[in-house]
T-cell receptor, first 114, second 117 residues
């Protein structure tokens, strides 16, 4: 069965520093990959997704992630973080033919300090 | 914008009570999902539905049931609430996407924080 591993449960960084949130998945069959963000006391919002095409995908607020099939990874990066990026980030994977189900990682709490 | 609404933000119930959590989406999505979110465990799928009157078990269906009588509404039912069902419950909906092998963006409601005493 598919599984998703987010290696870091908490990532503290200073404002304007770069950050990478790691995500690995288990299966090498066709997969579709998502990053969601959850701000305090809110539901989840899509940050970016990979369904097909270019393996590098970007969000509107400066995050990017690269689908690496050989390493079964979909790490999230931002070159310079802001205080407002403080949130919990979830990686999710869906397998083709799964009726659209997503398997979520356990989340990474990003804490940006001034 | 897609909107997913959940009937309550906070709910307090007693052990043994029957609990109904309602979710409504306004974008004609085929798929609807119920998750529970617990610290350190991420989101775990309870049930999902890909059509009216259709339901499929997720990873942790025990103690829960669901109902989908109309396309826009998906209800989660706790037949006899227990303290270990204290959690945040999130509802989501999505289109069925051919490009994504069925998967596409899931849109989430704000969540219902249920406390069972």
């Amino acid at each position: 069965a598919q599984s998703v591993t987010q290696l870091d449960s908490q990532v503290p960084v200073f404002e304007e520093a770069p950050v990478e949130l790691r995500c690995n998945y288990s299966s090498s069959v066709s997969v579709y990959l998502f990053w969601y963000v959850q701000y305090p006391n809110q539901g989840l919002q899509l940050l970016l997704k990979y369904l097909s095409g270019s393996t590098l995908v970007e969000s509107i607020n400066g995050f990017e992630a690269e689908f690496n099939k050989s390493q079964t990874s979909f790490h999230l990066r931002k070159p310079s973080v802001h205080i407002s990026d403080t949130a919990e980030y979830f990686c999710a994977v869906s397998e083709g033919g799964s009726q659209g189900n997503l398997i979520f990682g356990k989340g990474t709490k990003l804490s940006v300090k001034p | 914008d897609v909107k997913v609404t959940q009937s309550s933000r906070y709910l307090v119930k007693r052990t043994g009570e029957k609990v109904f959590l309602e979710c409504v989406q306004d974008m004609d999505h085929e798929n609807m999902f119920w998750y529970r979110q617990d610290p350190g465990l991420g989101l775990r799928l309870i049930y999902f539905s890909y059509d009216v009157k259709m339901k499929e078990k997720g990873d942790i269906p025990e103690g829960y049931s669901v109902s989908r009588e109309k396309k826009e509404r998906f209800s989660l039912i706790l037949e006899s609430a227990s303290t270990n069902q204290t959690s945040m419950y999130l509802c989501a909906s999505s289109l069925w996407s051919h490009a994504g092998g069925g998967a596409d963006t899931q849109y989430f409601g704000p969540g219902t924080r249920l406390t069972v005493l």
